[in-house]
């Protein structure tokens, strides 16, 4: 099956600084990556849908100058969280379609982010 | 507009037991259906997944599933559960055409030794 990882696992960083997250289809070429953010004990919320190429599409409340998502091959997305703050920390997960497998999208592992 | 329904937040099972944790789902085209499984710090692992064949769906760890469009339902079932089966299962419609997915609430499985 399709294997999308990501790195790092997790990350601890001070307020203030910025945090980049990497996505990548190991084994497919992704045209389309997705990326969440999951709250303890709560489902998956979309953030962004990023088309290789072209510039990510946000869902409505989160901040494209905060989460700058780049999608500039078809197996590599980054996520960076700029001047991050507590409520920042989260679980991010990315996820990746493409490959002609339809309708599917292929779960990262996760990065746990955490803010001091 | 799609939408998934997760009846249940929270399902206890003793092990031994049968699983079933229910989904209902609103979609005006042909939809695909997903379950995946998500254990604590984890990403999602898929379980199994509809998409137009049988409407009997068998996959991993013994679960299958059975799309129902009369009743709008996909529900999720074990004949009999295992302690690693304790982890949050999350139903998720995706309409034709596109690979935009809509999650459920998520179910939180316990199982009771």
């Known amino acids: 099956g399709a294997v999308v990882s990501q790195h790092p696992s997790w990350v601890i960083c001070k307020s203030g600084t910025s945090v980049k997250i990497e996505c990548r289809s190991l084994?497919?070429?992704?045209?389309?990556m997705f990326w969440y953010r999951q709250f303890p004990k709560q489902s998956l919320m979309l953030m962004a849908t990023?088309?290789?190429?072209?510039?990510?599409?946000?869902e409505q409340g989160v901040e494209k100058d905060k989460f700058l998502i780049n999608h500039a091959s078809l197996t590599l997305s980054t996520l960076t969280v700029t001047s991050a703050h507590p409520e920042d920390s989260s679980f991010y997960i990315c996820?990746?379609?493409?490959?002609?497998?339809?309708?599917?999208?292929?779960f990262g592992p996760g990065t746990r982010l955490t803010v001091l | 507009a799609q939408s998934v329904t997760q009846l249940d937040s929270h399902v206890s099972v003793s092990e031994g037991t049968p699983v079933l944790l229910r989904c209902n789902y609103s979609?005006?085209?042909?939809?695909?259906l997903f379950w995946y499984v998500q254990h604590p710090n984890k990403g999602l692992q898929l379980l199994l997944k509809?998409?137009?064949?049988?409407?009997l769906v068998k996959g991993i760890n013994g679960f299958e599933a059975e799309f129902k469009k009369s009743e709008t339902s996909f529900h999720l079932t074990k004949p009999s559960a295992h302690m690693s089966d304790a982890a949050e299962y999350f139903c998720v419609v995706t309409p034709s055409g596109t690979y935009k997915y809509i999650f459920g609430t998520g179910t939180r499985l316990k199982v009771l030794a």
């Open positions: 990023s088309n290789e190429g072209s510039k990510a599409t946000y």
């Open positions: 996820s990746a379609a493409g490959g002609g497998n339809y309708n599917e999208q292929f």
């Open positions: 084994d497919f070429q992704a045209t389309t």
């Open positions: 509809y998409t137009s064949a049988a409407t």
């Open positions: 979609s005006s085209y042909s939809p695909s």
